[in-house]
């Protein structure tokens, strides 16, 4: 059985490859970070390891960082990322209902990833599009106006995205 550096060797030469290509490495762990992240899909102990040694920093130095911003995680996310806003406006308009048919459907709660790792939801706080409330986003796809009816054609999408690969 191959370890994780192993199954991702193309991956880290990918890494290693941008990191290479830094003008200079002092002061660049959070670029190196958001890139690593893009690449693995997050940020497990290996791969910070990985970027301790490359930049020459202390791998608590690498893993307060990470553990410091919200934005990084260590636990592997799905293809497509949920967030539903709970903001003031969207849970006034019925958010939390949105929320609770998502995770009956998926199976999981907020702040979980589906076991096929196809689907990861979380909650926010405000996006900023007050007027379309209640608001849904999905990788970057903003749904407006979301009923709890819609969330199973809202998944149906993604689930057919799926299958035409």
């Known amino acids: 059985m191959c370890d994780f550096v192993s199954r991702n060797k193309q991956l880290f030469e990918e890494l290693d490859s941008f990191i290479d290509s830094l003008q200079t490495k002092d002061g660049a762990l959070i670029q190196v970070l958001h890139h690593a992240q893009g690449i693995f899909g997050y940020l497990p102990k290996e791969v910070q390891l990985h970027i301790a040694k490359q930049l020459n920093l202390a791998p608590a130095k690498v893993y307060g960082v990470v553990s410091f911003y ?91 995205l799926e299958l035409s690969c």
């Open 70 to 160: 919200s934005y990084f995680t260590t636990e592997p996310r799905g293809d497509y990322k949920i967030s539903v806003c709970l903001g003031t406006v969207c849970f006034v308009k019925g958010s939390d209902k949105i929320m609770a048919e998502f995770e009956k459907q998926l199976g999981i709660k907020a702040g979980e990833t589906t076991k096929d790792l196809k689907f990861t939801l979380e909650g926010l706080r405000c996006v900023g599009a007050c007027g379309l409330a209640p608001v849904v986003v999905v990788n970057g796809k903003v749904y407006g106006q979301v009923k709890p009816e819609q969330v199973s054609e809202i998944l149906d999408h993604y689930k057919e």
